[in-house]
């Protein structure tokens, strides 16, 4: 079976515009995500819309592909990076490995996990999650939480706690049941890839701002695998000043 990691990467953030480009330990941080990524898959590439990124990643002699301005989401960059891609080399790809351009300390160990959810022929998307330890991460509305079922796949993401737990103080629902967190990383068979990136946005997708939930929205089904790495996403400057107190790097 053969993977490809792709690392969706765009110039314009709302909440820290140019964030690939943010010096992580003496280099750009989507040279540290490309490295980190390449310890565990022999393919990767960076898929971006801007000419500054493009120019990083060359100057580090990494594998980048040009795409739309207009994609809305890192899913929809990644489907046509992979048909660039393979326009271009000609190479059958099984899975795509999503890779956040913000995950400089993403481990190796986590995207052999999402590999290892393909062993599986039936498995269509696989992410990661992660059990939540404490009340603050359960109500921070900017941390998604995802509900599961026996069979450790996805029934619903959301912003809000779910379950809620009833008859017990907010203080308390840490201890009273066991919440996962979203470690946003996503593996898909690269049929599925093409295939949920035709689908139009759907309610719940726009109520929770999650595309994940268009997926499940429209009968796809998403494997979880826990992971036990903590995740470190620089998401704002506030982020960068965080992991830099961390001493990560």
């Not at 301005?69 to 660039?84: F, L, P, S, V, Y």
């Not at 481990?107 to 696989?126: G, H, R, V, W, Y």
């Not at 079922?149 to 809000?160: G, W």
């Not at 689908?199 to 998403?222: D, K």
Request: hydrophobic content about 35%; aromatic content about 10%.
């Amino acid at each position: 079976m053969k993977f490809i990691g792709i690392i969706p990467a765009r110039y314009a953030s709302t909440r820290f515009p140019g964030k690939p480009l943010v010096d992580i330990g003496g280099n750009p941080m989507i040279q540290r995500v490309y490295e980190q990524a390449s310890k565990a898959l022999n393919l990767v590439i960076v898929a971006t819309d801007d000419e500054r990124i493009k120019q990083a990643v060359e100057n580090f002699n990494g594998r980048v592909v040009t795409t739309s301005k207009h994609h809305k989401t890192g899913t929809d960059r990644c489907d046509e990076a992979i048909q660039i891609f393979r326009k271009d080399h000609f190479e059958n790809i099984d899975v795509v490995i999503n890779i956040q351009s913000d995950e400089p300390f993403i481990q190796p160990e986590q995207l052999k996990q999402l590999m290892e959810c393909f062993d599986n022929p039936s498995t269509q998307i696989a992410t990661l999650i992660m059990e939540i330890k404490t009340s603050y991460d359960i109500f921070n509305p900017n941390l998604p939480k995802v509900a599961i079922n026996l069979n450790h796949e996805a029934i619903y993401f959301s912003r809000s706690p779910i379950p809620f737990i009833r008859n017990k103080h907010k203080d308390r629902w840490v201890i009273s049941h066991t919440f996962f967190k979203h470690i946003g990383i996503y593996a898909y068979r690269t049929g599925i890839l093409r295939e949920i990136a035709q689908l139009q946005p759907s309610s719940l997708e726009i109520a929770e701002s999650l595309e994940q939930n268009r997926w499940i929205e429209n009968g796809y089904t998403i494997n979880v695998k826990e992971t036990k790495f903590k995740s470190f996403p620089v998401d704002t400057p506030e982020d960068l000043e965080n992991i830099k107190k961390l001493n990560l790097f």
